[in-house]
């Protein structure tokens, strides 16, 4: 069985500074893992996705995330965090060939202060 | 490119009223999805087609939600009656085949029930 928890459901930053939203899995195999943002009203759009090559992807808007095995982690960050990153977001975990179900995260919601 | 097109955006009805929600996904995407999204959590799998085909609906209640996608291509998900229960956002999502992950999703339809 598959699952994935986000540690935070609410994260708040000030504008400019680092930002680190938390995710683990759980997965008897060797998982895909996605992270996907919602703004408001919003459909999801996909950040970045990790499908067993490089432990470090980086995605759109200067997100990146690093796979660890040995933490079961896949952590999203981003170096200074600009207004309009604040939404929803999603860590998605999923096997990676066959049917793709998504077992998606319960979301953190991101606030970014002025 | 078009993205996964949805409607309506927003549909307020009364209980026991049938509602009907339309997706038209991605061209050339096989595989379409539907997911219900319930107010602070993620999505969850409602049915899979494999072009006009239900490969995955085991969590869709099937004594009042049926969808169907007649010619492989757009998909129309209806819930007949509505319940107070089923206020939430529907989302639709689709994926370029079993050898393709990542799934697009377009901007949902949020239904409200009186």
């Known amino acids: 069985a598959q699952s994935v928890t986000q540690l935070d459901s609410h994260v708040s930053v000030s504008e400019g500074t680092p930002v680190l939203l938390r995710c683990n899995y759980s997965?008897?195999?060797?998982?895909?893992l996605f992270w996907y943002v919602q703004h408001p009203n919003k459909g999801l759009q996909l950040l970045l996705k990790?499908?067993?090559?490089?432990?470090l992807v980086k995605g759109i808007n200067g997100f990146e995330a690093e796979f660890k095995k040995s933490e079961t982690s896949f952590h999203l960050t981003k170096p200074s965090a600009h207004m309009s990153d604040a939404a929803e977001y999603f860590c998605?975990?999923?096997?990676?060939?066959?049917?793709?179900?998504?077992?998606f995260g319960t979301g953190t919601r991101l606030k970014v202060l002025a | 490119e078009a993205g996964v097109v949805q409607s309506p955006r927003y549909k307020i009805i009364e209980k026991k009223q049938p509602v009907a929600f339309w997706c038209n996904p991605i061209?050339?995407?096989?595989?379409l999805y539907w997911y219900l999204q319930n107010l602070g959590q993620g999505p969850e799998l409602l049915i899979r087609y494999e072009n006009e085909e239900a490969v995955d609906d085991s969590q869709l209640p099937k004594d009042r939600f049926s969808a169907e996608r007649l010619k492989g291509v757009d998909s129309t998900l209806k819930i007949q009656p509505a319940e107070l229960g089923d206020s939430a956002v529907y989302l639709c999502?689709?994926?370029?085949?079993?050898?393709?992950?990542?799934?697009?999703f377009g901007p949902g339809t949020r239904l409200l029930v009186l």
């Open positions: 997965s008897s195999y060797s998982p895909s």
């Open positions: 061209s050339g995407h096989n595989t």
């Open positions: 998605v975990v999923t096997k990676p060939s066959g049917t793709y179900k998504y077992i």
């Open positions: 999502a689709s994926s370029l085949g079993t050898s393709s992950e990542t799934q697009y």
């Open positions: 990790y499908t067993s090559a490089a432990t």
